[in-house]
Every structure is written in structure tokens, then in C-alpha cells.
């Protein structure tokens, strides 16, 4: 019984092709979004953020260098208004 469950969604009657690691549950794709808090811990997505949030420091390094040039910039605009 429990497996026929697993396999489709009895809510939403698609296929469960997600997996909630908090709710130790599969979902559907409908379901997703009203777990998409719990599904960003997701292990594959884990990686992914680590690598996002690698990418995101050096961004914000560079971010940090152009937002000086940016503010001299809207100095300058503000000067010309
Ligand atoms: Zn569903
Ligand atoms: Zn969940």
C-alpha cells in the first residue's frame, strides 16, 4: 500500500520524483514547491550551493572593487542633476 503511494503523489497524482529529506518523504513536482525550505538540503543541491557560495565570495571580492567605481559614479550623477 505505503509503495503504491511512494510511487505516485495520491494529491496531485504525478509522478514522485523528488525527495524531501526532512519530511523522509517523496513528492511530486507540485508538491516541490511547498517544500522547496526542506529541498535545498538536498545533498546534490548541497554540493551545488558550495560551490555557488564559492563562487558567490569571489563575486562579492570583485562585487566590493566595482562598488567603489559604482558610488564615485552616482557621485557623479548626483552632482550633474
Ligand atoms: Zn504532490
Ligand atoms: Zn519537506
Redesign the pocket.
Known amino acids: 500500500m505505503m509503495d503504491l503511494q511512494q510511487r505516485k ?1 495520491l ?2 497524482n ?1 509522478l514522485l520524483e523528488f525527495y524531501c529529506r526532512k519530511h523522509i518523504n517523496h ?2 513536482c ?2 516541490l514547491a511547498s517544500h522547496k525550505p526542506c529541498t535545498t538540503s538536498h545533498p546534490v543541491q548541497e554540493a551545488k550551493a558550495e560551490k555557488e557560495s564559492h563562487l558567490k565570495n569571489r563575486l562579492t571580492e570583485l562585487y566590493n572593487q566595482s562598488e567603489k567605481a559604482s558610488q564615485a559614479l552616482d557621485e557623479v550623477r548626483m552632482q550633474q542633476r
Do not use: D, Q, T, Y
Open positions: 503523489g494529491e496531485h504525478k513528492i511530486c507540485l508538491c
